[in-house]
């Protein structure tokens, strides 16, 4: 079976820019590793900073459907493609429609939080785009539950659809040391901006005592002062690779998210955090609520940062060591990358033979 594998991705061995690249690096590797051939193609050139080019590249997806052509009549090709929300979503319609015109199976990949916010604001054209790219997929696979019942009601979806969550590789994880008595580290990686909570980040550890301090990793974004960053309790580690990431968080206690960012949906950072026994405390924005269960403390989008502080201080009073093994256990359970492609790998196998 091969797979084309069309939607951002990171580069192997390079630190992944936004949700979208982490995981369709992650599917790419993982059904490698079964043995599947995997042609992956970004939308765009990674990491282009230019936007001629970018616009150019845009225009060219509207004829990506010529690159399909060689596969009219082959067996067992599938074409998986997650195409972010937005304007992104009408040369995915078109590539989707065509594959379906030539036999290639498809699935289409719904990730992050915002596809029916979108599929509601921005009007009856998006709409039926979006009604085109989903009823044109052999099957559709989706990041979070709600979509489900959403897809099949709402745009009146009657094909196979599959809860695909964010997954993280729990092979090996390490066990988490956990400070009891402090001091206590608080962590966020990602993308560091105002919408990620990153100002509110700051303001908390302002708020906490001097046994708590405050480290963040990931690519800065211009809306983020750098001088803002340079405090005795906090730590700007840069952008580190997933090896050093994996022995930093091994000294961390307490994974901080207080997103606001309107494309929330499974939180890759969040994930990853609780695997390696880091206890949230995050915003209900997206699907967070459903990824941290009892395992940690979600509070409303509007908390300020004496909220996140009283939190914090709270969970610092609990077992954070019991706290720390249900974290690493849940994600274990659900988002378990050898679970989730597996199940991904089945469906792919299923729509390739029909």
């Given at each position: 079976m091969k797979v084309l594998l069309w939607g951002p991705i990171s580069p192997k061995g390079e630190p992944s820019k936004g949700g979208y690249e982490a995981t369709n690096r992650k599917i790419f590797d993982g059904l490698k590793d079964r043995g599947v051939e995997v042609e992956s193609k970004a939308f765009f050139p990674n990491r282009s900073t230019n936007y001629v080019h970018k616009f150019l590249c845009y225009m060219a997806l509207f004829f990506r459907p010529i690159s399909l052509f060689k596969y009219i009549g082959t067996k067992n090709v599938v074409l998986?493609?997650?195409?972010?929300?937005?304007?992104?979503?009408?040369?995915?319609?078109?590539?989707?429609?065509?594959?379906?015109?030539?036999?290639?199976?498809?699935?289409?990949?719904?990730?992050?939080?915002?596809f029916f916010l979108y599929y509601e604001r921005k009007g009856p054209v998006y709409r039926w785009v979006i009604n085109l790219l989903i009823r044109n997929a052999s099957a559709v696979a989706v990041e979070g539950r709600p979509y489900i019942n959403q897809i099949k009601e709402r745009i009146g979806y009657n094909g196979r659809i599959i809860y695909l969550p964010t997954m993280v590789d729990c092979r090996n994880l390490p066990y988490h040391e956990v400070n009891t008595s402090g001091p206590y580290n608080l962590f966020y990686f990602g993308r560091l901006n105002k919408a990620k909570g990153v100002y509110t980040m700051l303001e908390v550890i302002n708020l906490l005592d001097d046994r708590y301090h405050l480290f963040l990793d990931g690519f800065l974004s211009n809306d983020i002062d750098l001088e803002r960053l340079n405090c005795d309790k906090v730590t700007y580690l840069g952008v580190e690779s997933k090896e050093q990431l994996r022995e930093t968080m091994k000294d961390m206690t307490f994974f901080i998210f207080p997103t606001t960012h309107e494309g929330e949906g499974q939180a890759n950072s969040l994930i990853e955090a609780m695997a390696f026994g880091l206890i949230p405390i995050t915003s209900d924005k997206g699907f967070c609520s459903d990824v941290v269960g009892d395992c940690g403390v979600v509070l409303p989008v509007s908390s300020t940062a004496q909220d996140y502080r009283d939190a914090i201080v709270n969970l610092s009073n609990e077992d954070i060591k019991a706290l720390s093994e249900k974290c690493q256990e849940r994600i274990k359970t659900n988002h378990n990358i050898v679970l989730e492609v597996q199940k991904l790998f089945e469906l792919l196998s299923d729509i390739a033979r029909e």
């Amino acid at each position: 079976m091969k797979v084309l594998l069309w939607g951002p991705i990171s580069p192997k061995g390079e630190p992944s820019k936004g949700g979208y690249e982490a995981t369709n690096r992650k599917i790419f590797d993982g059904l490698k590793d079964r043995g599947v051939e995997v042609e992956s193609k970004a939308f765009f050139p990674n990491r282009s900073t230019n936007y001629v080019h970018k616009f150019l590249c845009y225009m060219a997806l509207f004829f990506r459907p010529i690159s399909l052509f060689k596969y009219i009549g082959t067996k067992n090709v599938v074409l998986q493609i997650s195409p972010p929300g937005g304007y992104l979503m009408y040369p995915s319609a078109v590539i989707v429609f065509f594959a379906n015109l030539f036999n290639i199976p498809t699935v289409v990949h719904i990730m992050a939080g915002t596809f029916f916010l979108y599929y509601e604001r921005k009007g009856p054209v998006y709409r039926w785009v979006i009604n085109l790219l989903i009823r044109n997929a052999s099957a559709v696979a989706v990041e979070g539950r709600p979509y489900i019942n959403q897809i099949k009601e709402r745009i009146g979806y009657n094909g196979r659809i599959i809860y695909l969550p964010t997954m993280v590789d729990c092979r090996n994880l390490p066990y988490h040391e956990v400070n009891t008595s402090g001091p206590y580290n608080l962590f966020y990686f990602g993308r560091l901006n105002k919408a990620k909570g990153v100002y509110t980040m700051l303001e908390v550890i302002n708020l906490l005592d001097d046994r708590y301090h405050l480290f963040l990793d990931g690519f800065l974004s211009n809306d983020i002062d750098l001088e803002r960053l340079n405090c005795d309790k906090v730590t700007y580690l840069g952008v580190e690779s997933k090896e050093q990431l994996r022995e930093t968080m091994k000294d961390m206690t307490f994974f901080i998210f207080p997103t606001t960012h309107e494309g929330e949906g499974q939180a890759n950072s969040l994930i990853e955090a609780m695997a390696f026994g880091l206890i949230p405390i995050t915003s209900d924005k997206g699907f967070c609520s459903d990824v941290v269960g009892d395992c940690g403390v979600v509070l409303p989008v509007s908390s300020t940062a004496q909220d996140y502080r009283d939190a914090i201080v709270n969970l610092s009073n609990e077992d954070i060591k019991a706290l720390s093994e249900k974290c690493q256990e849940r994600i274990k359970t659900n988002h378990n990358i050898v679970l989730e492609v597996q199940k991904l790998f089945e469906l792919l196998s299923d729509i390739a033979r029909e």
